[in-house]
């Protein structure tokens, strides 16, 4: 019986699933905890300083974090592509109660951004809540984990960089 390969623990690089790749798009049997369409890929590259997303070659939207089926249109035809870093504050609020481990860095300014790829996430900001408005530029930048990041993280997550958006100066 013929049945769509699915990445297990027994992968043989000599073996080609026989519908592994269409024009450069994923496929879900090449992927692997660690592939850029994943939410590991996505913080690999960041600890490189690359902003990876998922680019659909259907209908070009752009998935951040990058994940291998296309929000927009459904499509599985995603490539992981160097994202510009920069964007624009679209909301912001000010965390004053924020997890026991965080304590010393409360009230928290966290923002959601959208990079001029168009693609939006979430994280803090390196500017206290006052100084900052809807509007203002910024740009993605990576942190090394704190003692109090790792604690917080879950297992997996440990050693993933953590973004943060710093203004730039217009
Ligand atoms: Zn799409």
Redesign the pocket.
């Known amino acids: 019986m013929r049945d769509h390969t699915h990445s297990d623990a027994t992968d043989d690089p000599d073996e080609q699933p026989p519908c592994a790749m269409t024009d450069g798009g994923s496929s879900r049997s090449d992927l692997t905890l660690d592939h850029s369409l994943t939410s590991a890929g996505f913080f690999e590259a960041l600890s490189e300083d690359r902003l990876v997303g998922g680019r659909?070659?259907?209908?070009?939207?752009v998935l951040l974090p990058p994940r291998p089926i296309?929000?927009?249109?459904?499509?599985s035809d995603?490539v992981a592509e160097d994202l510009p870093k920069e964007g624009t504050i679209v909301t912001h609020t000010n965390i004053h109660k924020t997890a026991p481990v965080f304590d010393d860095l409360a009230p928290l300014a966290v923002a959601i951004v959208e990079l001029d790829s168009t693609g939006r996430f979430p994280a803090r900001v390196e500017a206290p809540y006052d100084e900052i408005s809807i509007g203002d530029r910024v740009r993605v930048e990576q942190r090394e984990p704190t003692d109090a990041d790792r604690e917080f993280a879950l297992d997996h997550e440990e050693d993933w960089p953590l973004p943060v958006f710093v203004p730039v100066d217009e």
């Open positions: 659909c070659q259907d209908c070009d939207a296309c929000n927009e249109c459904g499509g995603v």
